[in-house]
Structures are given as structure tokens and as C-alpha cells.
């Protein structure tokens, strides 16, 4: 079984479940190209960390969810949207670093379904940083929000 994949230059979408179950995966090259990565695409999935181009602008629910070994994540600079459920049962994570954008589908949510302790790194002093406060104080005792600027 393969533990890497490169996803060939050229490809804008990486469409829904693409990589699901491949247990054994640990590491995926996506490149520039690439815009949307679709619902469960690295479900259960070995991978420990990803590198998610800037050129991705929206990835679809669940596209990471249970990727227990995976620790840490940027999100990319130019995404948009994302839904929920991303990081669902990702015992490892510790850290998801935002990208500064105003809208983004609760971040909390998309992570915490396990307990685990997490770090989200956002822009500071706006909506997201407000909300995320919120969020943390009311239900993800857990959390902790850093302003990355």
C-alpha cells in the first residue's frame, strides 16, 4: 500500500473521497493548480501534516476527519469556505492556524469532537477572533485563541 501520493500539476479540484480509507498514506503533495479539495478526501488517513497550497479556496466537509495522526494545520491564505466536521476525531491535532479571513464555519466544531487540547491561530482583533473567544469560553473550555498578528 502506498504512503505517498502526488497529485499531478494541473488538477484544480481533488474531488470527494478521493484518498478515503488509504490507512497506510502518511504524505500527499498537492499542487498550485489545485482550488477545491472535496468532502472526506483524506478520511482516515495516516497523514501527520499537509501542506495546503494557496491557490485552495474552499474544502468540503469531513476532508480531513479522522486523520489521527495528524498534529498540525495551516489553512491556506486565499480560502473562503469551509464546512464542517474537517477535523473530526484527529486525536493529534494540537494546532490549526487560520488564514485572515472573516468567514469561516466554526472552526470549534470542524476540530473538537475528540477532547483533544487545540490552538487556533487567527488574525487578531476581528470578527473571527471575537467569535472564536466566544466560542471557547462557552463550550471548548479546551481551546485557546492566539492573534498571529
Given at each position: 500500500m502506498r504512503k505517498k501520493a502526488v497529485?499531478?500539476?494541473g488538477i484544480s479540484f481533488?474531488?470527494?473521497a478521493a484518498f478515503n480509507g488509504l490507512e497506510k498514506l502518511k504524505e500527499v503533495t498537492l499542487p498550485d493548480s489545485l482550488t477545491s479539495i472535496g468532502g472526506s478526501v483524506f478520511y482516515s488517513t495516516a497523514l501527520t501534516?499537509?501542506?495546503i497550497?494557496?491557490?485552495v479556496t474552499e474544502i468540503g466537509s469531513s476532508a480531513f476527519?479522522?486523520?489521527k495522526s495528524l498534529s498540525s494545520v495551516t489553512l491556506p491564505q486565499g480560502l473562503t469556505r469551509i464546512s464542517s466536521s474537517l477535523f473530526e476525531n484527529?486525536?493529534?491535532l494540537t494546532g490549526i492556524e487560520i488564514p485572515n479571513v472573516d468567514v469561516i464555519a466554526s472552526p470549534m466544531e470542524m476540530a473538537l469532537y475528540n477532547g483533544t487540547t487545540l490552538t487556533i491561530y487567527g488574525p487578531g482583533g476581528g470578527?473571527?477572533?471575537g467569535?472564536?473567544?466566544k466560542q471557547i469560553a462557552e463550550k471548548y473550555p479546551n481551546c485557546k485563541f492566539v492573534a498571529n498578528d
Open positions: 497529485v499531478e500539476k481533488l474531488g470527494n501534516s499537509v501542506d497550497p494557496d491557490s476527519s479522522g486523520c484527529c486525536e493529534s470578527v473571527l477572533e467569535w472564536l473567544n
